[in-house]
């Protein structure tokens, strides 16, 4: 089974542009979360999709924002960059059962964008 | 609020040694998840064990084992005679069920050298 991919792999972007990063989960996994990943903050938590809705949201700006499609695919949106925003993105799928137990939640291998 | 502390951020190992990394939480929750991953240079995270609230029973794979324990709010990992390829970070992390929002540690980097 192929696992979580997540593209592009890297970005530079500039200050005031936007990005879209993009995230395929596991085949057969409804759920996925995202999370930035810096030096600073370490790993912190962005939000989840299920089933095309936003379940949960992290503390963040709502410059960051995201969407699901119906085949689970995943995208997050990043408008007027900062420079704080230069991480690590990574997506995680997760077999989540609708009022199911939790999951265990696969990683990609992550997008590296850096804001000049 | 939850919390996951690793307080060692780095380890230095000799290849064969033992190396335990600890990994201390808060939670108010009674049902809660613990896991371990791993991340090697690339990035990706990779998944190495779960554990729900309600299992305290210590598991062994293969050179790695973990040791569970509610009563001081631990979940250690051990890695019995280390290879040079086990360097990485390897985050320990919770997840109370609310949904698939996991509070990671800082992490621990594991230096192990020839």
């Known amino acids: 089974k192929a696992g979580v991919t997540q593209t592009p792999r890297y970005l530079i972007k500039t200050r005031g542009q936007q990005v879209t990063l993009s995230c395929s989960p596991i085949s057969g996994h409804r759920s996925v979360s995202w999370y930035q990943q810096t030096p600073g903050q370490g790993l912190q938590f962005l939000f989840e999709y299920f089933s095309e809705t936003q379940r949960n949201k992290g503390n963040f700006p709502g410059r960051f924002s995201g969407r699901q499609f119906s085949n689970s695919r995943s995208e997050m949106n990043v408008s007027t960059l900062e420079l704080g925003d230069s991480a690590l993105y990574l997506c995680a799928s997760s077999l989540r059962l609708a009022g199911g137990l939790l999951e265990t939640q696969y990683f990609g291998p992550g997008t590296r964008l850096l804001v000049l | 609020a939850q919390k996951v502390t690793q307080a060692q951020t780095e380890i230095s190992v000799v290849e064969k040694e033992d190396v335990t990394l600890d990994c201390v939480y808060e939670?108010?929750?009674?049902?809660?998840?613990l896991f371990w991953y791993k991340q090697p240079p690339s990035g990706e995270l990779v998944f190495l064990i779960r554990r729900n609230s309600f299992d305290e029973q210590n598991e062994i794979s293969g050179r790695y084992s973990w040791n569970f324990q509610k009563s001081t709010s631990s979940f250690n990992f051990t890695i019995t005679a280390s290879q040079v390829v086990d360097s990485a970070v390897y985050f320990c992390a919770l997840d109370n069920n609310a949904g698939n929002m996991l509070t990671f540690g800082g992490g621990t980097r594991l230096m192990v050298k020839p």
């Open positions: 939670t108010r929750d009674t049902t809660y998840y």
